[in-house]
């Protein structure tokens, strides 16, 4: 015997309608869960109790008595004017001019030459160590030419620092070290001026200005047989060992 299957009893056959129905009911549920809010309804009431006694509150309301203006002041007298006719005359003061015009003459003087003095003004020149006629010379030192002098001279400059050299202590106790440029000048004199100094630090700036001002006065250098000035520099190097 063959079995035949009703269509009117199939149970799949309206599966996915009833899937899509019942998928659209659990979002619709969800997103009202979602979507739901709730209130504290006795913290709202306190607060709506509170804003009506701030709104009922009596303002008190402050009178301002305005100030009255103050009276207009009087109408000032007007003074009475009397013109007086002048009696005396006044004489005029007329000054004359200074300054020469083209139709003023000009003096002519011969000048004798007894009238004409001429005074020697004397160049205080500054003339370089090295190119300098002749050096200045330390006290002690001789020589020939200018190249021994000039060897006598450095080696007593030498000498001097060695012997006036003393390290700052405040230098010391920083660890202040590094080597000063001192550069002076031996004047027409022979004597030490001008001294000016650049180093890493003050102190030792000023000892090394301190070692050349204790220098002693030299025979100065020399230009076509007068007196000059010549500029000298030289490095002192502060070091601790």
């Known amino acids: ?77 007007p003074e009475i004017i009397t013109i007086v006719e002048d009696t005396e005359e006044i ?27 001429v005074e020697d003004v004397e160049e205080d020149l500054s003339v370089p160590f090295s190119v300098v006629e002749n050096v200045p010379i330390f006290p002690g030192c001789t020589g020939k030419n200018n190249l021994e002098l000039t060897n006598c001279f450095n080696a007593k ?18 660890g202040v ?19 000016k100094s650049r180093g890493p630090d003050s102190k030792l700036e000023q000892e090394a200005e301190r070692i050349i001002a204790l220098l002693p006065v030299m025979q100065p250098g020399k230009q076509r047989g007068k007196p000059v000035k010549v500029p000298y520099s030289i490095p002192i190097n502060f070091q601790i060992e």
Do not use: C
């Open 91 to 117: 004489e005029e003061t007329v000054i004359e001019s200074s300054e020469s015009g083209q139709e003023d003459r000009i003096e002519e003087r011969e000048i004798a030459i007894d009238e004409v003095t």
């Open 157 to 174: 400059i030498n000498e001097h620092i060695r012997k006036h050299f003393k390290y700052p202590e405040s230098a010391l106790d920083l």
């Open 1 to 77: 015997m063959e079995l035949k299957k009703n269509p009117n009893l199939e149970i799949g056959r309206n599966s996915a309608i009833y899937f899509a129905i019942g998928l659209n009911i659990m979002l619709f549920f969800t997103w009202r869960g979602l979507e739901y809010r709730s209130y504290n309804q006795q913290e709202i009431n306190q607060e709506l109790l509170v804003f009506m006694d701030d709104i009922e509150e009596d303002i008190p309301i402050t009178n301002l008595e305005a100030t009255p203006p103050p009276p207009p002041a009087a109408a000032a007298t």
């Open 177 to 195: 070290h590094g080597k000063v440029f001192v550069m002076f000048i031996i004047d027409s004199q022979g004597r030490v001026s001008g001294i």
